[in-house]
């Protein structure tokens, strides 16, 4: 082979290798994330498209504080999802264009900021105060522990529940019991009368825990009547805090998050 043949066949290969190693480069490696737009800047979607009619702090509407959870209409994310969507009829509420991904960071950031005033607007270990005082909440409920198991465990309370339906549970516990803190009445074949939050039920059998913590376990065979209880036995504490032990309470239930307090 001649030297300049042999200069060519290098520089050929010389040019193979260099797309190679640029096609490696470029390839993806696998078991990372895969590419994809970044998820919408609720802030920045309120700020531009919203607080032009409801403010930057969001109560220039009447009877409505979107910053600290106060809604004339809607208490659900799907709600309130559904209204930036689709607006509300009859309404200076006007539809808006937004993805659902965008309607639904817009909700996410309003619920953000409402229990970021809740946890400052209150004082938290006041609130705790009267979780474990006045209120008697340890009676029912348990933080960490300590308390009683007939109502729904409150230790993660502030990772699963927004500052404003927690409020309004405190307020009005009937009006949004969701199915996992339902209870039910039962009786049995023999007459007996059982009342207690249902853990557990299908075709065969049915558990609960009754009015004194003790798990009941029944064969549904046995049972003559099974009912849910359309009322909430937790009482409600309108006009039974002052506006700011209520926001005291409220802070010390979103700061359960489920770590150590």
């Given at each position: 082979?001649s030297?300049?043949?042999?200069?060519?066949?290098?520089?050929?290969?010389?040019?193979?290798v260099?797309?190679?190693?640029?096609?490696?480069?470029?390839?993806?490696?696998?078991g990372?994330?895969p590419?994809?737009?970044p998820?919408?800047d609720?802030?920045?979607?309120y700020?531009?498209?919203?607080?032009?009619?409801?403010?930057?702090?969001g109560?220039?509407?009447?009877?409505?504080?979107?910053?600290?959870g106060?809604f004339?209409?809607?208490?659900?994310?799907?709600?309130?999802?559904?209204?930036?969507l689709?607006?509300?009829?009859g309404?200076?509420?006007?539809?808006?264009?937004?993805?659902?991904?965008?309607?639904?960071?817009?909700?996410?950031?309003?619920?953000?900021?409402a229990?970021?005033?809740?946890?400052?607007?209150?004082?938290?270990?006041r609130?705790?105060?009267?979780?474990?005082?006045?209120?008697?909440?340890?009676?029912?409920?348990?933080?960490q522990?300590?308390?009683?198991?007939?109502?729904p465990d409150?230790?993660?309370?502030?990772?699963?529940?927004?500052?404003?339906?927690?409020e309004?549970?405190?307020?009005?516990?009937?009006?949004?019991i969701?199915?996992s803190n339902r209870?039910v009445?039962v009786?049995?074949?023999?007459?007996?009368?059982?009342?207690?939050?249902l853990?557990?039920h299908?075709?065969f059998?049915?558990?609960?825990?009754?009015?004194?913590e003790q798990?009941?376990?029944l064969?549904?065979s046995?049972?003559r009547?099974f009912?849910?209880?359309?009322?909430s036995?937790?009482?409600?504490?309108?006009?039974?805090?002052?506006?700011?032990e209520?926001?005291?309470?409220v802070?010390?239930?979103?700061?359960?998050?489920g770590?150590?307090?």
């Open positions: 082979m030297w300049s043949s042999a200069r060519f066949v290098l520089a050929i290969a010389a040019a193979v260099g797309v190679s190693s640029v096609g490696f480069a470029q390839a993806p490696q696998p990372g994330p590419a994809g737009p998820p919408p609720g802030a920045r979607l700020s531009e498209n919203c607080s032009q009619c409801h403010g930057d702090a109560d220039n509407v009447s009877n409505v504080d979107l910053m600290h106060r004339r209409r809607g208490t659900t994310d799907a709600e309130l999802t559904g209204i930036v689709r607006g509300i009829p309404t200076d509420m006007p539809p808006h264009s937004f993805s659902e991904a965008q309607a639904g960071a817009i909700v996410q950031y309003l619920r953000a900021s229990d970021r005033s809740a946890s400052t607007a209150g004082d938290k270990s609130g705790m105060a009267i979780f474990t005082g006045k209120g008697n909440c340890v009676s029912c409920h348990r933080v522990g300590q308390g009683a198991r007939l109502g409150l230790t993660e309370i502030g990772r699963l529940r927004h500052s404003d339906e927690l309004r549970s405190i307020l009005d516990p009937d009006a949004s969701i199915p209870f009445r009786v049995t074949k023999d007459g007996t009368t059982i009342t207690g939050r853990l557990n299908d075709t059998t049915v558990q609960l825990l009754d009015s004194k798990l009941v376990s064969l549904m046995n049972v009547e009912t849910f209880v359309d009322k036995p937790m009482p409600s504490f309108k006009g039974k805090l002052t506006p700011q209520l926001q005291d309470l802070s010390y239930l979103v700061s359960l998050k770590g150590m307090q």
